[in-house]
């Protein structure tokens, strides 16, 4: 059973399109994030969830929105894609926000053409 | 200049050799967290350390919060271990989200 999961893996998309990224964590962890990692590997913190609570959201620009249905989820909405948001999106959850390890989902790869 | 800064950015070495990775960071944190990403894309946490020392077996992390400084060192390095190497840090308190550094990318040759 696979900890944090992240679906779909692959999602290749037109310019314009708007699309989601689902993520579950099977942890009973209180906190999840989204992370996007772009085409020189460098991995950057989007937004945080806390028990269903928006905690962090970095300047991510307003077509990026997460949607916590319940704190064992974390989904990302993206409206209008453009070329630039190409890029693996990593899900990952901890315990307490803030405190103690980060478990990772496997990543998903957004190509917009 | 990136708030963590990791050298070297890229390493190869011989099977059985001892690796050194290391971090350095220009604020105040709270934590450092120690990530590898395999090369099919996953990552999965090593570390995460707030003073002194760590040990996993091959794996060792230790930080010096007075000099801001963290190092990964494996002993018996394997080509198992071929993989990208993250150093995170977590802010203080007030501004705990994560920054990364760019990664150390590892690789052993058998």
């Known amino acids: 059973d696979t900890a944090v999961s992240q679906t779909p893996k692959y999602l290749v998309t037109q310019m314009g399109n708007d699309k989601s990224i689902k993520c579950e964590q099977n942890l009973g962890h209180d906190t999840m994030y989204w992370y996007k990692q772009d085409s020189k590997k460098f991995l950057k913190i989007m937004f945080s969830y806390n028990n269903k609570e928006l905690i962090i959201n970095e300047t991510v620009p307003n077509r990026f929105s997460p949607k916590s249905p319940d704190k064992a989820h974390l989904n990302l909405h993206i409206n209008s894609l453009e070329l630039g948001d190409s890029a693996v999106y990593f899900c990952?959850?901890?315990?307490?926000?803030?405190?103690?390890?980060?478990?990772f989902g496997e990543g998903s790869r957004l190509t917009v053409l | 200049k990136n708030e963590v800064e990791q050298s070297p950015q890229n390493l190869t070495a011989q099977e059985g050799e001892f690796i050194t990775i290391n971090c350095s960071y220009s604020?105040?944190?709270?934590?450092l967290h120690w990530l590898q990403q395999h090369p099919g894309g996953g990552i999965v946490s090593l570390f995460m350390?707030?003073?002194g020392k760590k040990k996993h077996g091959r794996l060792i992390a230790t930080i010096n919060i007075q000099e801001k400084h963290s190092s990964l060192h494996i002993t018996a390095s394997h080509p198992r271990d071929s993989a990208v190497y993250i150093c995170?840090?977590?802010?203080?308190?007030?501004?705990?989200?994560?920054?990364f550094g760019t990664g150390t990318r590892l690789t052993i040759i058998p």
């Open positions: 990952a959850s901890s315990q307490v926000y803030g405190i103690g390890e980060l478990f």
């Open positions: 995170a840090v977590k802010g203080a308190f007030g501004n705990e989200k994560l920054t």
């Open positions: 604020v105040g944190i709270s934590a």
């Open positions: 350390l707030s003073s």
